[in-house]
Structures are given as structure tokens and as C-alpha cells.
């Protein structure tokens, strides 16, 4: 699976945008980008995934730059339950087997008011 | 909606002991996987399953098991148990097809 870097923290006040960003740049053509977070303790939740196109959900929206090798995860209005660690997963795809995901070290967003 | 079932949320173990975590997918999911995260940790890969087959396989230690069952829960078993396995265990699973991974809530394991 691609590696993945991401900036370690990151603060964001409450009610504006949070924009996580995340490099992938050895990302294969058929490998999907994930995000995951982690809210302290707690079991890792899902957020939202895609592979080429931008892609939004009740939760975030995922912009994926034209060469892959990049992208942002969108918290349009980030409260103060939205603090956590974002992980941001390159995924290779199903191949009859089970695919699993590789956490990384992740950001940590910190919601403030 | 009904989410990944871990059991016990919390153990407490001595050295050399062993253990038993157990995880209930969410129906219909056929795909099974456990992880590790340490204390300041991410959480580490240990071993996945897929329609009761072993998957793939992480950085489980050779003192562990696991498999996973007709009705398609999985038991973790952990034998001689060391002060640096204390950790939370995460189970997720997933309907292969569909892709995603949902978490359970953990089991806290303390070794003294």
C-alpha cells in the first residue's frame, strides 16, 4: 500500500472549515484514498473514501487533486466533537481477499472555540 | 444500527497468562480484522479473515491466534502474556464487496 504523510496537528476554531490535507504521491492507479478518525480511545470511524472523483457525505467532503497524488478532507463546520486523529489511508482495492488498512501516524485536529 | 460487538471491554491479566477477546460482526459482514494500538500508539494490523479463512496476516506474535467461525465471530487467543501486550484490541468488520471498515469500541487489555 502507498505511504501517506500528513501534517502531525492541526487547530481549527469552531464553526469554520477544517481542511485536512494529505500526500500520497506513490498512490497506484487502482488504490482508493480513505479517511478514517480516531476520537481518543474510541474505535476508528469511517468518514469517507473515493478514488478519482471528489466526493461528499453527511460528514466531510474528499477532494482528490487530477494527479492523485494528493488530497484534502473538507469539515465544512467543525465543532468541538469533531476533535480527533484523522487518518488518511491509501487502500489497495478488493482482490477476492480481504484489504486491509494501514494507519499511518495521522493529524491531529484539535477543535477550538 | 447494530455495530461491531467486542467482549470483554476491559481484562486485566498477569504475565504468562492468557487471554480470550472475542468480536460479533455486524450482520452480513463476512470479513473479519484485528488490531493493535499501544499506549500513544496507531493502531497496528494483527490478522484478518474472510469467509472463515485466514486473510492476511500483520505483526501478530507467534503467542497468538485466532480464527474466526461458522457464524462468522472471531476470537483473538493470546497466550504468555507480557507486560508489552497491554494495549487496546480493535476488531472491525466489513462486507468485502462493499469495502468499509467499522470499528468496534475495543478491548482494553492490562498486563501486570
Known amino acids: 500500500d502507498a505511504k501517506t504523510t500528513q501534517p502531525p496537528s492541526m487547530d481549527c476554531a469552531e464553526g469554520r472549515a477544517a481542511n485536512l490535507p494529505c500526500n500520497h504521491s506513490t498512490i497506484s492507479g487502482n488504490e482508493y484514498v480513505y479517511w478514517y478518525r480516531q476520537i481518543h480511545s474510541q474505535g476508528p470511524q469511517y468518514i469517507i473514501h473515493?478514488?478519482?472523483n471528489n466526493e461528499t457525505n453527511e460528514m466531510a467532503s474528499l477532494i482528490i487533486t487530477e494527479d492523485r497524488k494528493s488530497s484534502t478532507l473538507i469539515l465544512p463546520h467543525a465543532t468541538l466533537r469533531d476533535t480527533a486523529v484523522y487518518y488518511c489511508?491509501?487502500?489497495?482495492?478488493?482482490?477476492?481477499?480481504?484489504?486491509?488498512?494501514?494507519f499511518g501516524t495521522g493529524t491531529r485536529l484539535q477543535v477550538t472555540l | 444500527a447494530a455495530g461491531v460487538i467486542q467482549s470483554p471491554r476491559h481484562l486485566i491479566k498477569e504475565k504468562r497468562e492468557t487471554a480470550t477477546l472475542k468480536c460479533y460482526p455486524i450482520?452480513?459482514?463476512?470479513?473479519v480484522y484485528w488490531y493493535q494500538q499501544g499506549p500513544g500508539q496507531d493502531p497496528q494490523f494483527l490478522i484478518s479473515f474472510y469467509e472463515k479463512m485466514q486473510s492476511d496476516k500483520g505483526s501478530i506474535p507467534d503467542r497468538f491466534s485466532a480464527q474466526q467461525f461458522s457464524d462468522y465471530h472471531s476470537e483473538l487467543n493470546m497466550s504468555s502474556l507480557e507486560l508489552g501486550d497491554s494495549a487496546l484490541y480493535f476488531c472491525?468488520?466489513?462486507?468485502?464487496?462493499?469495502?468499509?471498515?467499522?470499528f468496534g469500541e475495543g478491548s482494553r487489555l492490562t498486563v501486570l
Open positions: 473515493g478514488l478519482k
Open positions: 489511508i491509501v487502500r489497495a482495492p478488493w482482490d477476492g481477499t480481504a484489504s486491509k488498512l494501514t
Open positions: 472491525a468488520s466489513s462486507h468485502v464487496v462493499a469495502g468499509e471498515l467499522f
Open positions: 450482520p452480513r459482514h463476512d470479513t
